[in-house]
């Protein structure tokens, strides 16, 4: 048996393994937490022009007159000069779509049509045949079908209108067929590159680590935290039953690092696990100010050429609750939760309470504020 073969044979077992063997309570698959470098999607977008609308189109667009000038001529026809196509029944529309990785010519993709004029709704139109293109300008696909429209839109003559969702966007599965392939190169390179979703030196060793213990040889190495190299052997055939093998097999992740995030608009905080805090006294207190105006009318007497007046009245009125205080001993997520909600702290509160642990250096979490 040559070398080669006894590699391939090799990650064909680990692969079969692999699936078979049952998955760790805290472990996830290498699929899951990443994924290889040029295996990944693309965004195409491109300009066209909806057709068979029910009145509901641009109506003097200078865009949809171009885009219905151009249709035209790909027919052989030449518009007269003066003369606007441009009705109430097309719409100019960009389209977008992505571009999964691996796409082959002739495979069919979804696109999404939304309308960038002033048309009321695509419901009922027609894509008439344009191209789309990648960051590079290339043509990638062409798009062309019938509008599936989600939204509603009514109007009566008295102008009064009602909407439901938005029916100026609309979609067409498999409106696009694949024309170009994007070239991902992972089959020329000497080495494999995965990359981590999440930055973590950790999980990035511990990948580099389960890769070389399953496989029996030391292929993997962490070049920095979020990519993972994999010498890979020549053959097409033997490198994608390496990366079937790789996405399957089990990993446990780094704990998450101390963050405690706060939505200031929301008023929502998060705490994840890994947060602690050390010894510290919490004092806690409201203070609520109250203005009250009730003004009133003051008439002027009979015949007495006064003139009413208004005459302003305030109420001041201020409370104060009583200052509750609580002692953090190095607490945990659930002592902290519980600690808060036992002296009534609202979210605003609580948001306020983790900043001044932070400051005074009790609270060891990253404090991010949206």
Sequence with gaps: MTRIASFFAKFVLVLSATLLLPSAASAERIKDIGGFQGL?????????????????GDDSLEYATIAMKGVATRFGMTLP??????????AAVLVTADLPAMSK???RIDVTVSAIGKAKSLRGGTLIMMPLLGADGQIYAMAQGNLAVGGLGVEGRDGSTTTVNIPSVGRIAGGASVERLVATGFEQSPYLTFNLAQADLTTA?????????QTGQQIASASDAVSVLIRAPSDVNQRVVLMGAIENM???????????????????????GAVRISP?????????????????????????????????????????????????????????????????????????????????GALTADLVIL
């Design 40 to 56: 990944r999607s693309n965004q195409l977008t491109g300009y066209g022009i909806v057709v068979g609308l029910a009145g509901t």
């Design 81 to 90: 000069p003066g003369i606007n196509p441009a009705t109430k029944n097309a």
């Design 105 to 107: 010519p002739g495979q």
């Design 205 to 213: 060793l511990r990948v580099a680590d389960a890769i070389n213990q």
């Design 250 to 272: 089990m990993v446990t992740p780094a704990e998450a690092p101390a963050r405690v995030i706060v939505n200031a608009r929301t008023g929502t905080v998060v705490i994840n």
């Design 280 to 360: 510290a006294a919490v004092s806690h207190g409201s203070l609520t100010v109250r203005v009250q105006e009730a003004p009133t009318v003051v008439q002027p007497a009979p015949f007495s050429k006064g003139q009413t007046a208004v005459e302003e009245r305030s109420a001041i009125e201020i409370q104060q609750e009583p200052v509750s205080a609580f002692v953090a001993r190095g607490a945990s997520l659930s002592e902290i939760v519980q600690s808060i909600n036992a002296i009534g702290a609202s979210p605003s509160d609580l948001a306020a309470i983790l900043e001044a642990l932070k400051q005074a």
